[in-house]
């Protein structure tokens, strides 16, 4: 191939984007595609990947593309690790002998130096378009793509061995409306005084008395929340994620009245540790993962994570970045899952932790396939998936008896001194990891103002 009119195409493009992913098939001569990852209980599930080679019915090589542009909203490159690494596993974990490759466009110093780390600690090949050699790489590749050499196949069919023995759901799709319903309550009832114990609803109450704190606590800066509430910007209030988080606000009422202990809250999310944190180095000490809740099982003597996670989609439910909201956690299931060893060689674990998840929106929105993100989150390693509405009637906190987070938390026999939840969560990841970096985390972490997952497209 004479790459060099190519290349001086790449190098045009790349910093830009949109036309990334055809320049870069053009370039190898591949095609794009849809390939399967899973057979399920009847519907066969698929990621779209940018090329391909030689096919998509028996893929030996994939190439995934991305770009960063910071000026961009929802263009963080940390998200796209999330996304892209989730890709990745759903592919290897169905072809562990898949030679995957990613393409990163921009400017080196868009990119964080951990995420670059990453992508090249769990990627077979990553070519950077700014570096010099970029388009030769890839020409070569495009010649002889078996040059590309393997990396953690044992971890990948241990993954994919694991999944084919998971009891997957058959039950309609969770489709939960709690948000939707407590921001059309909000719009029809309207501003209800100065103070947000004037607010005759507990869950909206709680929502807007986290935000009205923030708000004086920073003097304005932050809990913005709280000032669109009492100038009535209902529409300002729907893009909140801070502390208009209905989801949240429940589950920390149901673990109140349980009267169990628990790390986090709403708008307060809790770090915990992930293999990121066992590669080494400066480079991995910005790096974090949270939680929304942490909890302690004496049955199980490990913790229990709680998050809350919608589908997204914004008033209108669709489902166009749900996938990547799946993905994002097939990625954290991943790493929290995983270290390295001495040797740099990834190490699957066992799963030492319980994961619930409460979900909100519509998660059976693909009419074709309705259970494929709900699986997607039971491949992530959740144990317990709850619509987030079960919580409420009438959009209020359903009694004890009735609430089906209420029934797991009191099955599980949690904690309910929470200095014993700090010691038994300290003396687990000592035990877990045994590594001086995670004993030095902080406990808890508070969300700024406007800090929440973006989805690679777009934000609701």
């Known amino acids: 191939m004479a790459y060099s009119n190519q290349g001086k195409s790449l190098r045009l493009v790349q910093q830009f984007g949109p036309g990334l992913e055809k320049r870069i098939r053009e370039f190898l001569g591949w095609r794009s595609g849809r390939i399967v990852f899973a057979d399920i209980l009847g519907e066969q599930y698929d990621v779209q990947v940018d090329s391909c080679f030689?096919?998509?019915?028996?893929?030996q090589v994939f190439v995934s593309t991305t770009y960063c542009n910071p000026d961009k909203p929802g263009h963080s490159n940390e998200n796209k690790f999330q996304l892209k690494v989730g890709e990745l596993m759903l592919l290897k974990a169905r072809y562990p002998d898949i030679r995957s490759i990613l393409v990163l466009g921009?400017?080196?110093?868009?990119?964080?130096?951990?995420?670059l780390a990453a992508f090249r600690y769990f990627f077979d090949e990553v070519?950077?378009?700014?570096?010099?050699?970029?388009?030769?790489?890839?020409?070569?590749?495009?010649?002889?793509?078996?040059?590309?050499?393997?990396?953690?196949?044992?971890?990948?069919?241990?993954?994919?061995?694991?999944?084919?023995?998971i009891n997957f759901s058959g039950d309609p799709p969770i489709d939960s409306r709690l948000r939707l319903d407590a921001w059309e309550w909000i719009h029809e009832v309207g501003v209800e005084g100065d103070e947000p114990s004037e607010i005759s609803?507990?869950?909206?109450?709680?929502?807007?008395?986290?935000?009205?704190?923030?708000?004086?606590?920073?003097?304005?800066?932050?809990?913005?929340?709280?000032?669109?509430y009492v100038n009535a910007s209902w529409d300002e209030i729907w893009q909140s994620r801070s502390f208009f988080n209905p989801g949240e606000a429940v589950i920390q009422m149901t673990l109140e009245e349980a009267?169990?202990?628990f790390l986090g809250g709403l708008a307060v999310d809790v770090e915990v540790p992930?293999?990121?944190?066992?590669?080494?180095?400066?480079?991995?000490?910005?790096?974090?993962?949270?939680?929304?809740?942490?909890?302690?099982?004496?049955?199980y003597d490990c913790p229990v994570y709680v998050q809350s996670k919608s589908s997204g989609g914004g008033r209108d439910r669709h489902g166009k970045n749900i996938q990547n909201r799946a993905k994002e956690q097939i990625t954290r299931g991943l790493i929290y899952r995983t270290r390295v060893d001495e040797n740099q060689q990834m190490i699957l674990q066992d799963k030492d932790f319980v994961w619930i998840g409460l979900l909100d929106g519509n998660w059976g929105v693909t009419e074709k396939t309705p259970h494929k993100y709900i699986h997607m989150l039971q491949m992530a390693g959740y144990d317990y998936l709850l619509a987030a509405d079960s919580l409420v009637d009438d959009l209020e906190l359903v009694e004890p008896d009735n609430?089906?987070?209420?029934?797991?938390?009191?099955?599980?026999?949690?904690l309910d001194d929470k200095e014993a939840l700090k010691a038994a969560w300290s003396d687990w990841k000592e035990r877990r990891f045994a590594l001086r970096d995670l004993l030095t985390m902080a406990p808890q972490i508070e969300v700024s103002e406007g800090e929440?997952?973006?989805?690679?497209?777009?934000e609701d």
Not at 221 to 226: M, P, V
Not at 288 to 294: H, L, R
Request: net charge negative; aromatic share 10%; with cysteine.
């Open 106 to 115: 921009g400017k080196q110093d868009t990119w964080m130096p951990y995420v």
């Open 274 to 299: 992930s293999m990121l944190h066992t590669l080494g180095g400066s480079v991995y000490e910005r790096t974090k993962t949270a939680e929304d809740f942490i909890l302690y099982s004496r049955k």
């Open 403 to 414: 609430n089906p987070l209420r029934h797991i938390i009191d099955e599980l026999d949690c």
């Open 452 to 458: 929440f997952e973006v989805d690679e497209e777009i």
């Open 201 to 228: 609803n507990s869950i909206i109450r709680r929502c807007m008395g986290a935000a009205y704190e923030r708000f004086k606590g920073s003097k304005g800066k932050s809990g913005k929340e709280w000032s669109n």
């Open 127 to 165: 070519v950077c378009l700014w570096e010099e050699d970029s388009e030769a790489c890839l020409a070569e590749i495009g010649k002889n793509p078996s040059i590309v050499s393997l990396k953690h196949v044992d971890v990948w069919n241990q993954i994919a061995n694991e999944w084919s023995n």
């Open 259 to 261: 009267r169990v202990a």
């Open 54 to 59: 030689p096919n998509t019915q028996s893929p």
